[in-house]
């Protein structure tokens, strides 16, 4: 089952529902909802539901780190996260999301129905370098995930280095 990322705004809150297995090309429709809401000017909750993905990529983990960590740092609240499947909460658990989720099991509900969130056309060159980002977060969330992804951060910047590192440089990985 390919994925697929759904999107509802309910007053001042949003839901966000990735679907079957989320992957680096779900990527650019992340980024650009993390683009939205780092523009909202006002946000109550931010839930993201986890109860039909199948499986997530580091890639993907990584944006939704990212939307976490942009909750907390420009509307002070840490987001929600519900997960439906054992596999995957032991996937965020490995991840530290504890740190900037509320994780909680979910509960079966009436289906809402939601629009998917699409990106607009987007180069090999953009995509590497939101992948790049992506893995920069989770390497910021602890020293083990900073250990697991150190040598792909640092292969991805070697092939971004046309475009200048602005944060978060692998050079200070250990080998």
């Excluded at 992957?23 to 931010?46: C, H, M, W, Y």
Aim: proline share 3%.
């Amino acid at each position: 089952m390919t994925g697929k990322i759904l999107h509802k705004v309910v007053g001042a809150s949003h839901v966000l529902k990735p679907v079957g297995d989320v992957r680096v090309t779900q990527g650019p429709s992340l980024n650009r909802f993390l683009g939205q809401l780092a523009e909202t000017d006002i946000l109550k909750s931010v839930v993201v539901d986890l109860s039909e993905a199948r499986a997530l990529d580091s890639t993907a983990l990584g944006f939704l780190a990212r939307i976490a960590i942009t909750t907390e740092s420009q509307f002070g609240f840490k987001p929600t996260l519900l997960f439906g499947h054992e596999d995957i909460h032991r996937v965020l658990d490995s991840m530290g999301f504890e740190q900037i989720f509320l994780i909680l099991q979910s509960q079966r509900t009436d289906e809402v129905e939601m629009a998917e969130l699409v990106a607009e056309q987007f180069s090999e060159t953009a995509l590497r370098s939101q992948v790049l980002e992506a893995h920069k977060t989770l390497m910021d969330l602890n020293h083990r995930n900073h250990d697991q992804f150190c040598d792909l951060v640092t292969a991805l910047e070697s092939e971004c280095l046309a475009e200048p590192v602005k944060e978060h440089p692998a050079k200070d990985c250990v080998a």
